[in-house]
């Protein structure tokens, strides 16, 4: 009994101790918030090539494990051992990688940059142009009605001085600068450059060991954590790299055949800015829910100045465009990868995005998918211990439930 009475002192000294250091250190932090962050920055900076690395490691996944698994098939008569066929596997599906990382760089660089260059100073070149074009057409089509036109043409006149000016000053400059600051940052250029070489050596590594690092994150999550625990911890797991995967994975697909559908549309309907356009078009459209959004405004302005009949042609387009995205093509790609309903997509993408900007518009949805998850399950096993239905249909007429014999009274309106 004395000891039974001394070990349950033992455990609330314990527990008050515990609790006194956390008030500290949470204190500490508080006090510290600008320090911490600084660390963490700088913690975050140094390991920035393993971040690199981890990312492309993550999006090289599924070209590697297609042709690893497709050597590993289809070399059984020239390699009798298994372990032979992993390592040629393992090395086809590392060149595989890299070589589609490669072309896909270069293409960017060499094609995509150059022509966007050449649209936007093109653009710059001919802006007094469309903006007289665009001028005439509003006055034709406002010259039933004079008072209208008195109306909307001095503003129309200030908007397009002020754009006007906002091209020829900063924006055209800004891009000269920004290549200026490349041309002569030295060592921020070669600072980059060595982040990128190493991230390649990580992904290498991290592509080739992954089955081994996934084997010893099991191990110590089985060493720390009961059976139980380490069971669904590593279940939790699986989805959260499930929908992550199947989620980024399959949006940059879908907007990479977008952005070329967007691309030879445009160039059967003899649009303006082609390449430009169909790039914004594509890169805006991993963005869910927004990203057509985005992508059309500033495209269709584009447009506007040069035609506005092309301009309507061009929303049309778009419009049909996002409705086989929406319906076709993106379900056909991504299936239900996330599960998640759609007023949470809107959410999460508001959420995220306000936090961490474009990034965290990317990354909202299956970060909040796997959120929802992890507080569905605690929710319904919360109710299922409590002996109580986890339908949500159950809860939708719902008045309150009788606390002795837990039935459901339903909402009656008088």
């Known amino acids: 009994m004395k000891n039974q009475r001394f070990r349950l002192y033992i455990n609330w000294g314990l527990t008050a101790l515990a609790v006194i250091a956390c008030s500290v250190f949470l204190a500490f932090s508080l006090m510290k918030v600008q320090t911490i962050f600084g660390v963490i920055g700088e913690i975050i900076q140094i390991l920035m090539p393993i971040i690199y690395g981890g990312v492309l490691a993550y999006l090289m996944l599924p070209v590697y494990n297609s042709v690893y698994f497709f050597v590993c098939r289809n070399t059984k008569k020239l390699f009798t051992t298994e372990k032979v066929r992993s390592r040629a596997g393992k090395t086809a599906a590392t060149i595989a990688s890299l070589l589609f990382l490669l072309i896909l760089v270069c293409g960017l660089v060499w094609m995509i940059i150059p022509q966007i260059m050449e649209s936007i100073l093109g653009f710059q070149e001919s802006l007094a142009e469309y903006i007289n074009n665009l001028t005439l057409w509003l006055s034709q089509l406002l010259e039933d009605n004079s008072e209208l036109e008195e109306i909307v043409m001095p503003h129309f006149n200030e908007a397009?001085?002020?754009?006007?000016?906002?091209?020829?000053?900063?924006?055209?400059?800004?891009?000269?600068?920004?290549?200026?600051?490349?041309?002569a940052g030295v060592i921020?250029?070669?600072t980059v450059v060595k982040n990128i070489l190493i991230g390649l050596i990580v992904m290498i590594y991290l592509l080739n060991l992954k089955w081994t690092l996934c084997a010893q994150f099991k191990k110590i999550i089985y060493g720390l954590f009961s059976v139980r625990m380490a069971n669904r911890l590593i279940n939790e797991i699986r989805f959260a790299h499930h929908v992550f995967g199947g989620f980024i994975t399959g949006k940059l697909l879908d907007s990479l055949i977008i952005g070329i559908m967007c691309f030879f549309g445009m160039r059967f309907l003899k649009m303006p800015y082609v390449l430009l356009i169909s790039v914004i078009i594509g890169f805006t459209n991993?963005?869910?829910?927004?990203?057509?959004?985005?992508?059309?405004?500033?495209?269709?302005?584009?447009?506007?100045?040069?035609?506005?009949?092309?301009?309507?042609?061009?929303l049309i387009f778009i419009l049909v465009l996002q409705q086989f995205d929406g319906n076709i093509l993106g379900p056909k790609i991504l299936g239900d990868s996330t599960g998640l309903p759609s007023f949470w997509v809107l959410f999460s993408i508001l959420l995220f995005g306000g936090l961490f900007g474009f990034v965290g518009m990317i990354i909202a949805v299956p970060v909040f998918a796997v959120f929802y998850r992890l507080i569905s399950e605690y929710i319904c096993g919360m109710l299922r211990r409590k002996k109580l239905s986890a339908r949500t249909d159950d809860y939708r007429e719902l008045d309150h439930i009788d606390p002795i014999e837990g039935t459901f009274i339903e909402h009656t309106e008088k």
């Open 286 to 314: 991993v963005i869910p829910f927004f990203g057509p959004f985005i992508g059309a405004i500033p495209s269709a302005f584009l447009i506007l100045l040069v035609s506005p009949l092309k301009c309507l042609y061009f």
């Open 160 to 183: 397009a001085m002020e754009f006007q000016h906002w091209m020829t000053t900063d924006l055209v400059p800004s891009i000269y600068l920004i290549l200026d600051h490349v041309s």
């Open 188 to 190: 921020n250029a070669v």
